[in-house]
Every structure is written in structure tokens, then in C-alpha cells.
């Protein structure tokens, strides 16, 4: 079956270290998005990539870092310029303008000890 | 300043009662409108979606969603809330001239009580 995986579900990092949350589709979807969740702040948008080899910055790109050298990865860099990493990273992909279907992964709980 | 609003943090409903959550949107132009519901832990499962058309939108395990353009309003409905239903549930909309990105409400957390 087709759908998102993200590794690992749970990532600890300790201050100063940069760490990469892995995103893989096998959907065919040509963009991929990366999303921050914080408890009462729904989700936001960190950074998308619409084809490879190309990606924008969202709503709270500071401090993160992507890569898109294949269709089917979008791996997410914390870097330890983010002041606050401890939160759940949520990955999708979609179609854009074909049924504006998003699948997410199930996500990334990053804590900083 | 365009953004999705969901006025309720949460709500607490007893199994079997009815449910509406609240969502409202201000944008320029009318955006595509979602329904997603996230379980602890877990990703986002879509419920429902409006495009065009009919305004009562059905979507799966039960819910519909009624979409008022003169209220900017796009509120999910439920006649008889499950035990399983208690979740956070998330309003979201894509605009084509914003690149087709998904923007989010806050999002309202329902709890179901026996």
C-alpha cells in the first residue's frame, strides 16, 4: 500500500546537536511538506518542496533545514540554531491541484534533553 | 490578515449526544476546505473536504460538514458522537494562489464522556 513513513517516531537530541528526521513517500506525489505541532497551535508550516531539487520556505523555516534530491524523500535537519526543537514533526505529500488530497505521515516526536 | 479559526479549544460531550465544531476562515477568495482529525500520537486522517457544489458535505464515520459562504463558516457535525470519536480535530483550508498549501486552525480537542 502507498503512504508516508517517517522515522524514527521518537528522537531525542541533546543541546547543540543538529538532527534529521527522515520523510518517505511511495504515492508519487510530486510535493512534500514539513509541519510543526505544538499543543494548542495546530500546525505550521516549515518548509515545502513542490518538485526536486526545489524548495520554499514556510511560516517558521528559522532554524531548519531540507534537502529534496529525490521525488520520494524530504528529510527535515533541526539544526541547533532552533531554540526550541522539542515538539511533534508531521510530514505529507500531495498532488497540487488534483483533489488537493494531503496523506500525512504519523509522525516525529523530537525532544531536546 | 487571512488566517482559520476554530473559537473552541475544547469541548466535552457525553457518547451519544450530537457535536458541532466550529471553524471560520477569512480570506480573500473562497479557499478549499478540510476536516481532519488526529488521534494521540498519530498523523492527520482526512474526514471530509469542500470544493464547489453542494454545501452539506458527508465524509466518513459519520460526519458532515455544512460550508456558509455569507458566514465564512465551515462547521463539522455529528448527530450521535462515539466513544472513539474523542480526538483533536483540525479545520484547514488550501488556497491555489497561496501554492495549494494546507493552513490550519488551532485546533479544537473533544473528549467524550460515558
Known amino acids: 500500500d502507498g503512504g508516508i513513513t517517517q522515522s524514527p517516531k521518537y528522537l531525542f537530541r541533546k543541546e547543540g546537536q543538529n538532527v534529521t528526521l527522515s520523510c518517505e513517500q511511495n504515492l508519487n506525489h510530486d510535493a512534500m511538506y514539513w509541519y510543526r505541532q505544538d499543543p494548542g497551535q495546530g500546525l505550521r508550516l516549515i518548509y515545502y518542496?513542490?518538485?526536486?531539487?526545489?524548495?520554499q520556505k514556510g511560516d517558521i523555516a528559522e532554524g531548519y533545514s531540507v534537502s529534496r534530491e529525490k521525488k520520494e524523500s524530504f528529510p527535515l535537519t533541526v539544526t541547533s540554531a532552533q531554540k526550541n526543537p522539542t515538539a511533534f514533526y508531521l510530514c505529507a505529500s500531495s498532488n497540487p491541484g488534483q483533489n488537493y488530497g494531503y496523506t500525512f505521515g504519523s509522525g516525529t516526536r523530537l525532544t531536546v534533553v | 490578515a487571512q488566517s482559520v479559526t476554530q473559537p473552541d479549544i475544547h469541548i466535552t460531550v457525553s457518547e451519544g449526544a450530537s457535536l458541532e465544531l466550529r471553524c471560520n476562515y477569512s480570506?480573500?477568495?473562497?479557499?478549499?476546505l478540510f476536516w481532519y482529525v488526529q488521534s494521540p500520537g498519530q498523523g492527520l486522517q482526512l474526514l471530509l473536504k469542500?470544493?464547489?457544489?453542494?454545501?452539506l458535505v458527508q465524509g466518513i464515520k459519520g460526519f458532515e460538514a455544512e460550508f456558509k459562504r455569507s458566514q465564512s463558516s465551515f462547521n463539522l457535525r455529528k448527530p450521535s458522537v462515539h466513544w472513539s470519536d474523542a480526538a483533536e480535530y483540525f479545520c484547514a483550508v488550501v488556497l491555489r494562489s497561496n501554492d495549494y498549501k494546507l493552513s490550519f486552525g488551532a485546533g479544537t480537542t473533544v473528549t467524550v464522556r460515558a
Open positions: 480570506y480573500g477568495a473562497t479557499p478549499y
Open positions: 518542496s513542490q518538485i526536486v531539487n526545489d524548495f
Open positions: 469542500y470544493f464547489s457544489g453542494d454545501t
